[in-house]
């Protein structure tokens, strides 16, 4: 019992207003967002909109960001198109399954903190472009027919009452927070569009125009699928895709979301918690999905903070499902497309525009690279992959060229290399230009006090150094290595003969200053 508490956030100081009435807008929001994916994947309207409502159920109790919406993605649909066209609905739930598997097991194998290793300017790259995605998308409520299906543009007086109900919209979305709080704005801009289109009668495109939301309780269905080997290798390559997709755009939402509420997630509990929802999505026959930059985004400026809001979305999508999609039908498309829009510019980072002529060249066309491959292939984790790889690129170049040597003579006329900068693959050929091994004398120190050993190349490199100097008949020494350069010069030495002479002078150890350095002390 002691855990329940802590599992619904019941001990933090909630405001249950903004909560419940955060879910209801989100919930309101989800329903276009869910049937429009689940058509672009060529599925049936209730097939995504059981996605959401598992996903966020799931995702809000167990998830490791309270106040992030999770439910069914662009993402997510666009990587199982073609699994949809060519074997059906019953492989997409198979591989929804098996992805919630390969999820868990990452966040099981806590490889959640890899988060980490995803650089700001690959992040501002990433939310840019979905900030674009966003807003692009909304533009298919301007045309005549199904979302993602094409259509001419509007013309005359349905454009021009559709803009107007947008531009309302917007207008109190972005006034109302100005004047008071106390009501969600993107609520009371539902609302009120509602109310306008109602009592003047207006015709203007309604949910219930894109695909009836009518159902029932999310029915559970083991997949009928073939349980052979065949069926895996059809299904494993989607579910994959849709494992690391769904975890690389959920982790980096959960990143935005931190910096918005200056709190912290939890990486590892959120990727368990998406690979439940994946999994029970699939036996609950849903598309699957993962975090939501969008719905996350209404629900955190609508000033919710705890997971109650995720679980009154979920729970209100499930209620206008099942008993309240007649009236949901009606509300104007006009009013979640200016909420979506308004999503759009309060995603981008416009601060990363200003810092053009500030930022690096090469953080600018990381964040470029990022922000093309996002809007064009709309593959976050390639985006995110080329970005990662691209900056690490950079870090290595940057680095093999800090590598530097100060040399001096002691009074015994041996003569000191003093390292400044890491010893890696990347350094290695800089560092061999450093030594004037025919003119040097018969011994040399090679100090480490300000430089480490960092991989294989680099102890290759210096095997290869102190042998070029044995075959001249001089000594070389290696001085104040840090214990991790230690532990990885006597694992090579089972491989390579890695020449480390000592004497009472000039011993391979850490002296007393080194240590206090490294422990802290």
Known sequence: MKALPQLFDIDRNINYKTEILSG?????????????????????????????????????IFGGRPGMISGATGAIAVVIITLARDHGAEYIFAAVILAGVIQMIAGALKLGK??????????????????????????????????????????????????????????????????????????????????????????????????????????FHIPQVPFTMET??????????????????????????????????????????????????????????????????????????????????????LVFIMFGYELIEQVPMAALTGLMIMVAIGTFEWASIRTFGKMPKSDILVMLTVMAVTIFLHNLALAVF?????????????????????????????????????????????FNDKFDIENDPKEVIIDFAESRVADM??????????????????????????????????NADKIIDVNIMEDPTYKVAINIKDKKRLTGD
């Open 24 to 60: 209801i807008t989100v919930a309101m929001a989800l329903v276009p967002e869910a049937v429009a994916f689940s058509l672009i994947a060529g599925l049936s309207p209730l097939t995504g909109l059981y996605a959401a409502f598992i996903m966020g159920i799931i995702t809000s």
């Open 386 to 430: 080329i970005g990662v790889i691209i900056s690490a690129l950079v870090f290595a170049w940057e680095n093999a060229k800090r590598i530097r040597a100060r040399k001096h003579f002691d009074e015994k006329g041996a003569k000191h290399y003093e390292i400044f900068g890491p010893l890696f693959f990347g350094s290695v050929m800089t």
């Open 232 to 317: 895996l290798q059809i299904i494993l390559p989607y579910s994959l895709i849709v494992a690391g997709v769904g975890l690389i755009e959920s982790l980096l939402t959960m990143n935005l979301v931190d910096e918005i509420t200056g709190t912290r997630g939890w990486g590892n509990k959120e990727a368990f918690a998406q690979g439940m929802g994946n999994f029970f999505s699939g036996m609950f026959s849903g598309m699957g999905g993962c975090a939501m930059i969008g719905q996350s985004l209404i629900n955190t400026s609508n000033g919710a903070r705890a997971r109650l809001s995720g679980i009154i979305a979920a729970i209100m999508l």
């Open 114 to 219: 890899f988060i980490r290793l995803v650089p700001h300017p690959v992040m501002f790259g990433f939310v840019n472009g979905l900030a674009i995605i966003i807003f692009l998308s909304q533009l298919d409520q301007f045309k005549i027919g199904l979302p993602g299906q094409g259509g001419e543009w509007m013309t005359g007086t349905p454009l021009y009452i559709m803009l107007a109900l947008v531009i309302v919209t917007m207008l109190i979305i972005w006034g109302l927070p100005r004047l008071t709080k106390v009501i969600p704005a993107s609520l009371i801009a539902i609302l009120t569009i509602f109310a306008i289109v109602s009592f003047f009668n207006i015709d203007t495109v309604r949910v219930g125009d894109i695909a009836s939301i009518e159902g029932g309780f999310p029915p």
């Open 457 to 490: 190349s680099a102890i290759e490199a210096l095997n290869k150094l102190t042998e070029k100097y044995a075959a001249e008949g001089k000594t070389v020494h290696l001085k104040h290595l840090s214990k991790d350069c230690h532990q990885l010069l006597r």
